[in-house]
């Protein structure tokens, strides 16, 4: 079903028409017949805009062609498709898109490509229908226009930050030899990987892993080296609460602590074959995505925390009810907080497995990750 042309007179149409009124009334009050005849040559050729303009807009064809993935504030490439149907000529065609596009000449059954990019800072579903066609050839005083047939929807992906593997490995045995040396919190010991070797000791290495008749043999400290499952073997559990009546810095937190969820969760799928957990605390249910990590299921994680919504209330004791009844993935659970803590407390307690928490209003603390450079919204030509 074709969309109904509408027309639309422009600024400088209707400036047009005040000159063209005031010169034939002058003309005639005055009884001067060139500005009258002048006036009157202005209505002429606003007329001829008038039956001119657009007048085979419904003869064109606009498609938008764009791929997935698209990461929030990272500029992404689309195509803009325009094929002219009529065995006629069209002129002076603008494409209202994210950004416009002018054609001054589409020759007949004519198809043009242009190419642009733009920039959606926020993660989510956008869909979009308000794409406009217009055409004011061969004046610009007059516009038809149309709004663009179909309906274009897509998935923007949490934006990414960078994470450092090694530096994670040591805050999360750092921070669980913190909460060993709480009394009220004590838990077996948990090795955080699978036994690989012995090195020497560095700074910074817990001294529960040295090993100590090789020490005493070689007269150095020697300490167990364990395979690094904390990226790679692991749950992300993302609480993301958000007060009733969002502040700009609650919605910031909340964005930043999904970024750091899916930014743990694509640097474990990259080297893949170990087992991935992800849940999301939603106040309505909570979402459980468990699968092999692999790059070929990345995209379906980071497409639970792309619909993250947050509330005021996560969901934490149906999450706890879900997670006690499954078998979880060996390696530690990290906890990552937009600004509810006692959530986060619950889960540690209650899991027998190595838990780190991680707040999205600390991160400037964290050595082991960069949060993403968010562009501002933009535009770039590439037409």
Known sequence: MRRRVRVRVTTEGWIWLVIASVLSLTGVYKSINLVMLLGYAMFVVWL??????????????????????????????????????????????????????????????????????????????????????KGG?????????????????????????????????????????????????????VATGDFQGLREFRDGDSPRWI????SARQGNLMVREFESTSTNEMSVVLIPW????????????????????ATLCSTCCRPGGRRLMLAVAEECAPVIFDSI???????????????????PKPNVDLLLDRLRSMVLPAGPIIVILSGFADGADRIRDELNLPCVILESARLADFDFYEPPAICQEEVVDEG
């Open 137 to 189: 050839h061969p004046f610009g005083l007059v516009q038809r226009w149309r709004w663009l047939d179909g309906e274009y929807g897509m998935l923007v992906l949490p934006a990414l930050g960078q994470l450092e593997v090694d530096r994670l490995q040591r805050f999360h045995q750092a921070d669980f030899e913190r909460q060993q040396s709480l009394p009220s919190i004590r838990r077996p010991v």
């Open 48 to 133: 001829m805009n008038l039956i001119l303009a657009g007048r085979r807009l419904q003869s064109l064809d606009v498609r938008l062609h764009y791929r997935q993935p698209i990461f929030a504030g990272t500029p992404f490439s689309y195509e803009v498709e325009i094929h002219n149907r009529s065995p006629k000529t069209c002129f002076g065609i603008e494409i209202i898109t994210w950004s416009p596009i002018f054609v001054v000449r589409l020759d007949a059954f004519e198809c043009l490509r242009r190419q642009k990019q733009h920039v959606i800072p926020r993660r989510g579903w956008y869909s979009f229908t308000r794409f406009q066609i």
């Open 242 to 261: 958000l007060p009733e009546t969002p502040s700009i810095e609650a919605t910031t937190h909340l964005e930043q602590a999904v970024s750091l969820a």
């Open 211 to 214: 090993h100590w008749r090789t």
């Open 293 to 311: 990590a692999s790059p070929d299921c990345e995209f379906d994680y980071l497409e639970c925390l792309a619909l993250t919504q947050g509330g």
